[in-house]
């Protein structure tokens, strides 16, 4: 079946350091990927995506490119903010799309400290 | 802004209460979801519908069940509540085809059985 795999955390970073959080996947076919942000008492927001291989996903200055031959998707930002403090959720969409649900890793819990 | 919106945040209900979480979505989207979030175990899928009065299990469904009589509203039903059901329960919706944009969640509801 589906999985995603990334580091648990929590990461603790100073303020303007360079992060990366790697994500890798178990998929038939090509999957669709995401990056997720869930801050402290909300729900989970769309960050960036990418629909196929070679694809770069970015927003809010975090970049992601999708490597079909490593089955990875790491997420990047070159300079973090306290504001970035949050739980990083990276997640798939199989091949066929349809209404079998996002497969979710179990999130990475990202503190930023001044 | 569209948005997925869950009826409560916060909820405290007593063992054995027929306990009713609400979803309304106002993007037209045909997929419907319930994931329930905890601490080490990440999202897990109890539920999706893919149209109107259709459901379809999801990786943990005992215990529950789900209504979408309206395209928009997709209801959780907690049968007989119980305490293992404490828990952050997120609602998201998307397009019949997801892979392109992925899912939108609401806000969470944190409910407390005692």
């Known amino acids: 079946g589906n999985s995603v795999t990334q580091m648990e955390g929590p990461v603790t970073l100073s303020e303007e350091a360079f992060l990366t959080i790697n994500c890798t996947y178990t998929?038939?076919?090509?999957?669709?990927l995401f990056w997720y942000v869930q801050y402290p008492g909300e729900g989970l927001q769309l960050l960036l995506k990418a629909t196929k291989a070679d694809d770069k996903g970015s927003n809010k200055g975090f970049e992601a490119t999708y490597r079909k031959e490593t089955t990875s998707f790491h997420l990047e930002k070159g300079s973090v903010q306290v504001s970035d403090s949050a739980v990083y959720f990276c997640a798939l969409i199989r091949s066929g799309g349809g209404a079998d649900g996002l497969t979710f890793g179990k999130g990475t819990h990202l503190i930023i400290q001044p | 802004d569209v948005k997925v919106t869950q009826s409560s945040r916060y909820l405290v209900k007593r063992t054995g209460e027929k306990v009713f979480l609400e979803c309304v979505q106002d993007m037209d989207h045909e997929n419907m979801f319930w994931y329930r979030q905890d601490p080490g175990l990440g999202l897990r899928l109890i539920y999706f519908?893919?149209?109107?009065?259709?459901?379809e299990k999801g990786d943990i469904p005992e215990g529950y069940s789900v209504s979408r009589e309206k395209k928009e509203r997709f209801s959780l039903i907690l049968e007989s509540a119980s305490t293992n059901q404490t828990s952050m329960y997120l609602c998201?919706?998307?397009?019949?085809?997801?892979?392109?944009?992925?899912?939108?969640f609401g806000s969470g509801t944190r409910l407390t059985v005692v």
């Open positions: 998929a038939t076919g090509y999957p669709s």
């Open positions: 998201a919706s998307s397009l019949r085809d997801s892979r392109v944009y992925g899912y939108t």
């Open positions: 519908s893919y149209d109107v009065k259709m459901k």
